[in-house]
């Protein structure tokens, strides 16, 4: 008796033990799948899987060739780097929208084409966007962009522009209820 006892405690023991291990790999692969970020970040994640799932789809019907395939996947996974990236280093349920371009496709991004070799990250391009580095995607080398909103635009644009001014101008006071550094409004419908 004492030892069927034993033996029904030492494997009630090992399947608490192996219900532990599992219950830690499973709350492991729950966060590594995004529920470590909040409902915006999970939905671009989200966002950028049915993209690779449409891509996928295309290219099992033969719709596209495959050097396009490997192209826009390695885009799209440039683009999930990028996103983790931001949200792990920023804490913040907010992504900025991404544009990832490769080298080629600088000419059709841009009016005037940086060089890539000359950007450095933070830097803001035509007033539209910020440069956030590059990343490089199974051996494909993109540029990541976050495009600027229209209120951040038009304010980099006053300050642009303020900073051009020679400096006798930049003394003399401003209109009446004008303020460079206030934000524009944003005008909602009714």
């Known amino acids: 008796m004492r030892r069927m006892t034993r033996t029904l405690g030492l494997f009630a023991l090992c399947l608490f033990t192996l219900s532990v291990c599992i219950s830690a790999q499973t709350r492991r692969s ?3 799948d995004g529920e470590e970020f909040g409902p915006n970040v999970r939905s671009y994640l989200g966002y950028l899987r049915n993209e690779q799932e449409v891509v996928d789809d295309r290219a099992s019907r033969r719709e596209i060739d495959r050097r396009y395939y490997v192209h826009n996947s390695n885009r799209i996974q440039a683009l999930r780097q990028m996103a983790l990236r931001i949200a792990r280093t920023s804490g913040n349920d907010y992504l900025p929208e991404l544009e990832a371009v490769s080298p080629e496709e600088f000419m059709q991004f841009f009016e005037e084409p940086p060089k890539p070799a000359e950007m450095q990250e933070g830097d803001l ?17 993109f540029y990541l962009f976050a495009r600027l ?22 003394a003399t006071p401003h209109a009446a209820g004008t303020d460079a550094a206030v934000r524009p409004r944003r005008v909602s419908g009714p």
């Not at 391009?125 to 080398?141: I, M, N």
């Not at 909103?149 to 930049?170: F, V």
Request: aromatic letters at 10%; hydrophobic letters at 30%; charged letters at 35%.
């Open 149 to 170: 909103d229209p209120y951040e635009q038009a304010e980099l644009r006053k300050k642009g522009e303020a900073t051009r001014q020679p400096a006798a101008n930049a």
């Open 125 to 141: 391009l035509e007033y539209k966007f910020r440069y956030l580095g590059t990343v490089l995607s199974k051996g494909e080398k």
């Open 30 to 32: 729950a966060r590594a």
